[in-house]
């Protein structure tokens, strides 16, 4: 069985007004011929866009979609789809929406995505619950037909070939109505094949009888690919569910073949339906033996098929197949093992031509779903910032309101923000900057810990400093009293105490340097070849202060000389060369 889309009645004069231009672009694209068909569309919707009309502008672009489908257009196709969505929210009315959402449905059957399909061809029913506009109502119930045999759900094949009959009966578009009564048969042929019952085979004729009937009283206003269908399919009727022996209904077939190709003798792209009615009739040949007839048939009809610019290589595969099964029930090896290799070659072809369809579509749905989920996103963050602004202003108010809206607010960004490449880009960029955080925390933590260092090191110097002032009061005290014995004993041997509880002495001291540096006297005796003196230390700490030569003279009260000779002694407990110099040791060992 076959089935077509739907068309609008065919006008042959082209008409002024947006609504008949697009009557004439339908009538031109059912009847196949495209390229008039889509002059007549564009200047219908150029048109009724100049009139503001976007509810008619809308039904301009889903004529052009249906036509750059026939074509296999599909990036055309998916704009002049987008195109429709967009002009029908300018109208603001729901039968204008609903051609959007059509148009959409369309796209993605067109493109093999049943599952949008279905959804948009859902929601353009829902747009016209309210306002039904019979046309687009026949146009998607026929859509959703046409979703379901590809799953074979016949209970929904049933109900929606049945629904749009109705309203197609409802129009005066008779090709509309005559695809609408093959959807019928071939629903009856559902049920028959299922149950086989003598009522629903009966079913298939009956309703593809009226096709014939529309084609007898309007032959002008329905298409002849239309008719030319109905005819295959009663041809394959008799020939399918009939005994080789009834004459009757082998008559009937023969008629209806040859009637298929008389009505499509003149018609553009007929070569398909003529093939399928040479392929019927050399059947009927090979019933009777006659295999020469046969053979005129098919080669008849492989020949047109060739001769197309862009074969159809399911129909020639089909002629193919047929003519080696010919060839090998008389007996001609080599003339089937030919055609037999056809077939392997013509089914590469169709495999290739499907799958180049099959990136075209595959292109164009990914192209669709990513626009779509950027159109969603869009909205949704809309929605998002406006619910936002919603749930500052409730959050004063009532907490629990300011709750709820969190809480979808906070859906929408787990439901449509974590698409994969969004989430892979998203997670770089936080690896990025927390590896940025994590070196600027460590130069923090390096910079605080060298201004402790810097802190603890002051502390140091300031300590000794206070320790060797002490030494050095301890000892002007000390001279004070040698000189002053004689004649103020009694006052000397005061100052003297109170001296020396300021500062016991310089092992006190060097306690309480080691409580800042604690390690300073206990590695200088660790370097320490020989053991040294508390004044070796004492002269130490004075160079670890940085204090120079006749400084720490004056400070001991002693020549400058000494102070050399000491350092120079120090060094050799020290175990230091010649070369090498006391205050930088001092200092790294500080």
């Not at 009966?202 to 690919?225: C, G, N, R, W």
């Not at 001279?479 to 001296?499: A, G, P, Y």
Request: proline fraction near 2%.
């Amino acid at each position: 069985m076959f089935f077509v889309a739907a068309g609008l009645s065919s006008y042959t004069a082209i008409a002024q007004t947006p609504a008949q231009l697009i009557h004439s672009a339908e009538s031109l694209r059912i009847n196949e011929n495209y390229k008039a068909g889509l002059v007549q569309g564009r200047l219908a919707v150029n048109t009724a866009l100049k009139l503001k009309d976007f509810t008619t502008a809308t039904r301009g672009y889903v004529v052009l979609a249906n036509i750059y489908a026939n074509m296999q257009e599909f990036p055309l196709l998916k704009k002049m789809s987008d195109s429709a969505m967009v002009t029908a929210k300018q109208a603001h009315g729901s039968s204008a929406i609903a051609y959007g959402y059509y148009a959409q449905a369309f796209l993605y059957k067109s493109i093999d995505n049943a599952e949008l399909s279905m959804k948009y061809g859902q929601m353009a029913l829902k747009e016209l619950a309210k306002t039904p506009d019979h046309y687009i109502l026949a146009k998607i119930y026929y859509l959703l037909y046409a979703l379901n045999t590809r799953w074979n759900n016949v209970p929904n094949i049933n109900r929606y070939a049945r629904l749009a009959t109705e309203n197609a009966l409802l129009t005066q578009d008779y090709n509309l109505l005559g695809n609408c009564y093959t959807a019928l048969s071939i629903s009856a042929d559902y049920n028959y094949n299922a149950s086989k019952s003598i009522g629903q085979r009966d079913s298939i004729l009956f309703f593809l009888k009226k096709v014939e009937e529309i084609y007898e009283q309007h032959p002008k206003e329905i298409a002849a690919k239309t008719y030319g269908i109905a005819c295959i399919n009663i041809a394959d009727y008799y020939l399918k569910n009939f005994a080789e022996t009834d004459k009757d209904a082998k008559a009937s077939a023969i008629q209806y073949a040859n009637k298929a190709q008389e009505v499509m003798k003149d018609a553009p792209n007929g070569e398909e339906i003529i093939a399928s009615g040479l392929g019927i009739l050399s059947e009927y040949a090979m019933r009777e033996k006659n295999f020469p007839m046969a053979e005129s048939y098919l080669m008849q009809a492989y020949s047109m098929m060739q001769a197309q610019e862009i074969p159809y290589y399911y129909t020639l595969v089909n002629v193919v197949s047929s003519l080696s099964r010919l060839y090998e029930q008389t007996g001609n090896d080599s003339m089937a093992l030919k055609f037999q290799k056809k077939v392997t070659e013509y089914n590469g072809k169709l495999f290739d031509q499907k799958q180049a369809l099959n990136a075209q579509k595959l292109e164009i749905q990914y192209e669709a779903e990513k626009k779509n989920n950027e159109v969603i996103l869009l909205r949704q963050k809309e929605k998002y910032n406006q619910v936002q602004r919603y749930l500052y202003i409730g959050i004063s108010i009532i907490s629990l309101l300011g709750l709820i809206f969190m809480f979808r607010a906070y859906h929408f960004r787990l439901r449509y923000s974590l698409q994969r490449e969004k989430q892979l880009h998203l997670e770089k960029q936080e690896a990025e900057l927390q590896t940025k955080l994590d070196k600027e925390e460590q130069l923090r933590l390096r910079a605080e810990q060298q201004l402790l260092e810097t802190q603890q090191q002051q502390l140091q110097k300031e300590m000794m400093a206070n320790v060797l002032q002490l030494e050095h009061k301890k000892q002007v005290f000390s001279q004070i009293k040698e000189k002053l014995n004689d004649s103020q004993e009694l006052n000397i041997n005061r100052i003297w105490n109170e001296e020396l509880l300021l500062d016991n002495d310089f092992n006190d001291a060097k306690m309480h340097i080691q409580q800042v540096h604690p390690d300073f006297f206990g590695l200088l005796n660790e370097k320490a070849q020989q053991k040294l003196t508390p004044l070796d230390l004492k002269l130490c700490a004075y160079l670890h202060l940085q204090m120079d030569t006749k400084k720490i003279a004056s400070i001991l009260h002693i020549e400058p000389k000494s102070v050399r000779m000491s350092r120079y002694r120090i060094k050799q407990k020290l175990g230091l060369g010649k070369e090498d110099d006391l205050n930088i040791f001092l200092q790294k060992l500080g």
